[in-house]
């Protein structure tokens, strides 16, 4: 019986939680990866981006000025296919079709429900115990192409940050890379996103940003925690509460009372929410 052949893999990430996984998963298949297609940190961007010292020896990192030069690249790289996650450009037309394969995407939702950037935070919003993790084929229109392989993940108590979300999609994504890359290589179309109409989670807007007091205590909980998951928003940072008429940036709360002198009690519209962490905003 002759081996499984091996292929040439790109990887496109942004950020060192998920694109050293992806690497190491797709290595470990056997297959090469020559190249990370990464993204430039703009001025406005707090967090840390990913580096050349972040990959293994023998794969490139490069990090194009606009997405008009990720095709250009992938095919000098001449990979086979290439797979995606948590990248924060929608790529056009010319880079999808570059492998000769295609690419696929990883999306931390069921599609085609929470289409967009932010399907966790959203999910979190509306109160959902469950999310999707989906490989689809990536086309020309966000999170619409057609699925590879899927599978579910519970939402815990204790997803309180973007990062920590991230790692647990990881270990839920990465097991299903082998069926996702022979697809690719059979040039396997892929099955057709079911399950109900489309639904958009784009950025939060600013009326999110403020939290009112008024709202039922679960709800504020979490708006905050959903704040949290949500990671980096180009405009705005919240959410953002008014406690004893000074205002507040919220990062964590409870909705039970966390122990003697933790946490500052505010009433809500059916109970008490414990702030437990916060940071204090200057009045302009």
Known sequence: MSPAPAWRVAVVAALPQTAPPLVEAVRRLG???PVVIGWRRPR?????????HDLPSGVDLVLPHTTAAVGGLLR?????????YGYPRRLPADAVHAPRHGIANCHPSALPAYRGPNPVGW??????????VTWHRMDEELDNGTVLAAAGMPLLSEDWSFTHVNDRVLSVALPLLPTVLDRLAADDPGDAQTGGPPSWAGFFEADYATIDWTRPAHQVHDQVRAWNIAGHHPRLDGPVGVIEGRPWKVRRTSLTA???GVGRRVECADGPVWVTAADPLTVR
């Open 76 to 84: 000098a790289y001449a990979v086979d296919m290439a797979v995606s």
């Open 123 to 132: 999910a979190v919003r509306d109160g959902r115990e469950a999310i999707g």
């Open 258 to 260: 966390p122990g003697h």
């Open 31 to 33: 297959h090469t990866v």
């Open 44 to 52: 406005a961007w707090p967090g840390h981006l990913l580096g050349e």
